[in-house]
């Protein structure tokens, strides 16, 4: 009879502690840009539709970022996986990874932008993550959010 592992409990500064199963923990090989060293996230659900989630760190308490499905607001969004990154992501097909978008929200402005430029793909199953950059003359880093209903 298999047992079941504990859920590891996590602190942060912005959920306060949190208990996260082990098979929730995502890990990033080569980390995010800008975060290299920081390498365990788990995904934290920000609202009932499961439109946005939080990219939490498990061992940097204060590093958390929005993040979202592009998808459901670019439809035209199309991004291409190297051979070498779906191998990192233990990738077989493209319905294995989840695609997100790290949002930046500007409160002075009152605006929401993605960053189109440098996805971040998860392959639940495997639990790994990768962000990948994209072409830089096609996407930006500073996209728009529109509205849902405008989407």
């Known amino acids: 009879m298999p047992t079941k592992t504990s859920p590891l409990r996590i602190y942060t500064s912005r959920f306060g502690e949190v208990a996260v199963p082990p098979e929730q923990l995502i890990r990033f090989p ?3 840009y800008g975060f290299e060293a920081v390498r365990r996230f788990f995904l934290l ?6 439109l946005f989630f939080w990219l939490q760190a498990a061992e940097e308490s204060d590093l958390a970022m929005l993040v979202t499905n592009p998808l459901m607001f670019f439809p035209e969004y199309e991004l291409e996986v190297s051979d070498a990154d779906a191998d990192l992501l233990e990738a077989n097909s493209p ?5 997100f978008a790290i949002l930046t929200v500007h409160r002075a402005a009152r605006q929401v932008t ?15 993550g990768l962000q990948i950059e994209l072409d830089p003359d096609r996407y930006t880093t500073r996209r728009p959010l529109p509205s849902r209903e405008a989407a």
Not at 45 to 50: C, E, I
Not at 114 to 128: D, E, H, S
């Open 45 to 50: 659900p920000h609202d009932d539709d499961g």
């Open 30 to 32: 080569r980390g995010l």
């Open 114 to 128: 993605a960053n189109l430029l440098g996805p971040v793909l998860i392959n639940a199953a495997a639990r790994l």
């Open 95 to 99: 319905a294995d990874l989840s695609v």
